[in-house]
């Protein structure tokens, strides 16, 4: 209990944060707001050179052999980092012995350890963020402030849908009723009894924003944690195991609650340990032809999804076209469109969009936009801050092939980053299509590629946005319009559909940037995913309820 006391001050602002909604973060978003920053962030490179072309200890139980393929989008040479690869029988059975003494603890105690854990996270954010950047191929900004302060807030959070899931329940009840003349009269205990071990998948382009709570709603809940990363963006987990494993050691724990499980791009794991019969969770964040497999194939384990669709763009009206355009194009470019919320599809009037009292023609709405994303992409230093780096090859081989396949509006072509002159970088593809091409822009085309679809009118466009999202999928959707009545009209399909809607936002803020403790990411309404971050469903179904009862006085 000591150390969910120590943390309980930034715990109950969570809570708070969570049940109202607000903006709270405990976290400095910029590397440039941590006192010292400059000199954690030479630390952070230092530490990270020292890692590359080295051997990776974790002390895991059941190792075979050394693994690693990882290669940075940003020099395009392989860190040359090898990692323990386990037996999975071995990882299965190490998290199961260790299971009991963790699920006895008091839920306090195991978050008060989990919110520990964070504490230590932190402090490794600049190394974490390193490991981001040259394996996920993010910009140095994002993978600070999405790879690391964002994602611990989602960790606080989802301990704190744990905890609200845990306490629902009093750990004893006094129960008494009339059966006749007698009066029965029961003592009745209740057990939290978690589902057992769970795998963890993480995606190669944003491990740790949706591992963390993953990892935090199974081991709060009093389940043990496999992870397993994809090939390509192993180091940010496999400092975060570590960082877990040292921590509950540290605290008395066995650090086998949590390890890592290593694969192959030649030879994956990831259908062996869904279908092991020890996975009782399964989380998993990347493609969605492989996602949906888990959704179908994991039973009898829980499944918590979240994987990819089309992202929606629906343009009826605005005040200010410019402003729209400048949002659009920045968020199409944001981390070249390799976030699970990019908006991809943009639905247009073939009229065009109303700006006060003029319209403007469709034509003139395509260009401007593409010479917006243009105006980005043609300036090194802004490209390399917004656009970052491609981090699979065969995003690239998608773009080349996508060209080919429909009227070209802005074609992708390389641009030459400041610092990493052999860095992977693509600037944004940008199609003409009519709604009959649906075999060209419906699902999720990863990386920088958007498609502006021919619509009869608005109301034609936000029909087939919401057909879209509810065959395809979709985590996100903007609509701009100056109708109330046809926002309102949006706001019910968009709900429908499972999509959730951003409505005339201009400005900064990046169109798909999702708050902590205020914004929900998916919906579980629709074919991107059945999990939700975070509410209580992602945490509550982790563990069940168990109870014995026996006459008030026999003890």
Request: net charge negative.
């Amino acid at each position: 209990m000591e150390l969910f006391e120590k943390h309980e001050a930034r715990f109950s602002a969570a809570r708070k944060a969570c049940k109202e909604r607000f903006h709270w973060s405990p976290f400095p978003e910029a590397a440039a707001q941590v006192a010292d920053g400059e000199a954690l962030n030479a630390e952070a490179e230092q530490a990270f050179a020292a890692l590359c072309s080295t051997h990776f200890e974790l002390n895991l139980p059941g190792v075979v052999d050394r693994v690693g393929e990882e290669v940075s989008p940003y020099t395009c040479k392989p860190l040359g980092i090898s990692y323990p690869r386990c037996e999975p029988d071995e990882l299965f059975n190490a998290a199961e012995a260790a299971m009991p003494d963790w699920a006895a603890l008091k839920p306090e105690q195991r978050i008060g350890l989990l919110l520990e854990v964070i504490d230590a996270l932190e402090k490794k954010v600049f190394l974490i963020s390193k490991a981001v950047m040259h394996t996920a191929g993010q910009s140095p900004n994002m993978s600070f402030t999405g790879s690391g302060a964002n994602a611990l807030d989602r960790a606080i959070e989802a301990l704190v849908y744990a905890y609200e899931a845990m306490r629902f329940t009093p750990d004893t009840a006094y129960w008494e009723r009339q059966f006749g003349k007698a009066t029965i009269s029961l003592d009745k205990t209740y057990r939290l009894v978690p589902r057992g071990v769970a795998v963890c998948f993480t995606c190669a382009s944003f491990p740790t924003w949706n591992a963390w709570p993953s990892m935090m709603a199974s081991l709060a809940t009093g389940n043990p944690v496999i992870v397993k990363p994809h090939p390509g963006s192993v180091l940010p987990m496999a400092l975060s195991v570590k960082c877990f494993r040292e921590v509950l050691a540290a605290n008395g724990q066995n650090p086998d609650l949590v390890t890592l499980q290593l694969d192959t791009r030649d030879e994956p794991l990831g259908k062996i340990l869904v279908k092991h019969p020890q996975t009782a969770i399964v989380d998993f964040t990347g493609s969605a032809q492989f996602g949906s497999w888990v959704e179908q194939n994991a039973h009898p384990a829980l499944c918590f999804t979240e994987t990819a669709g089309v992202n929606t763009v629906v343009l009826d009206s605005c005040k200010d076209l410019d402003a729209v355009i400048r949002a659009l194009a920045t968020t199409l470019c944001m981390f070249s469109a390799q976030m699970c919320t990019s908006p991809q599809n943009i639905y247009l009037p073939k009229q065009g969009v109303r700006e006060g009292d003029n319209w403007i023609p469709a034509s003139e709405v395509r260009q401007r936009l593409a010479d917006a994303v243009q105006a980005i992409a043609s300036n090194p230093r802004k490209a390399a801050m917004i656009l970052a780096t491609i981090q699979s090859p065969e995003t690239e081989t998608l773009l080349d092939h996508l060209a080919g396949q429909a009227e070209v509006i802005l074609p992708s072509t390389r641009y030459e980053h400041p610092d990493y002159p052999n860095a992977r970088t693509r600037t944004p593809l940008m199609l003409s299509v009519n709604k009959q091409q649906r075999d060209l822009y419906l699902g999720e085309r990863f990386g920088p590629v958007s498609f502006v679809i021919d619509c009869d009118d608005a109301g034609d466009a936000l029909q087939q946005a919401t057909q879209d999202v509810r065959e395809a999928g979709g985590l996100t959707a903007f609509l701009y319009s100056t109708d109330e009545r046809f926002i309102a009209q949006a706001e019910q399909a968009y709900a429908r559909a499972g999509s959730q809607l951003t409505i005339n936002l201009t400005g900064p803020m990046p169109l798909n940037f999702a708050a902590a403790y205020s914004d929900f990411h998916v919906t579980g309404l629709n074919p991107a995913g059945n999990a939700s971050l975070t509410e209580l469903g992602f945490v509550a179904q982790r563990f069940r309820i168990t109870q014995s009862r026996r006459p008030s006085g026999d003890a």
